[in-house]
């Protein structure tokens, strides 16, 4: 999964998309979805 898959997925709200990118294998993608979660943003 990539840096953009994510960004997309947040754009769209993807709950279950992100929750299935904090398994990925890449760090970055992992850290990235973390920050989105504890934002709180909607």
Do not use: N, Y
């Not at 994510?6 to 979805?33: F, S, T």
């Amino acid at each position: 999964m990539e840096i953009s898959d994510v960004k997309k997925m947040q754009a769209k709200k993807d709950v279950e998309g992100l929750i299935r990118a904090l398994k990925d294998e890449d760090r970055d993608v992992r850290m990235l979805c973390e920050i989105w979660q504890g934002s709180g943003e909607d």
